[in-house]
């Protein structure tokens, strides 16, 4: 088992970078599958990026070129770089684990066996 808490989110405009982390604890980073994740209002939960247990990498296409992830296995932490914010990334963010070695589903949020409670992202045009 693994436990999540997410943090950095914010109100930005149109333009601006935000850096989310998500800290973990109970097991090491190591041993999971990590994605992050965001859910707008009325919206289904979509994968955004995600870093398998071999350090495979992958990004949702509406993320391409703007946002990175990141996994410092030293610090047990999980980060997000998230560059040119849009007002359509406005979401509330999950960061979710699995011991799985995902690969091709590392963005289906059903793959998922733990997840944060979230952090806001506002983006304002």
């Known amino acids: 088992q693994v436990q999540l808490v997410e943090s950095g989110g914010g109100s930005v405009q149109t333009g601006a970078s935000l850096r989310l982390s998500c800290a973990a604890s109970?097991?090491?980073?190591?041993?999971?599958?990590m994605g992050w994740f965001r859910q707008a209002p009325g919206e289904e939960r979509k994968g955004v990026a995600a870093?398998?247990?071999?350090?495979?990498?992958r990004y949702a296409d509406f993320v391409k070129g703007r946002f990175t992830i990141s996994k410092i296995n030293g610090e047990n932490t999980l980060y997000l770089q998230m560059n040119d914010l849009k007002p359509e990334d406005s979401a509330l963010y999950y960061c979710?684990?699995?011991?799985?070695?995902?690969?091709?589903?590392?963005?289906?949020?059903?793959?998922?066996?733990?997840w944060g409670r979230g952090t806001q992202v506002t983006v304002s045009s």
């Open positions: 109970g097991n090491t980073l190591r041993s999971f599958s």
């Open positions: 870093i398998g247990r071999g350090g495979t990498d």
């Open positions: 979710a684990a699995v011991e799985d070695r995902l690969i091709a589903s590392l963005l289906v949020p059903e793959k998922y066996a733990y």
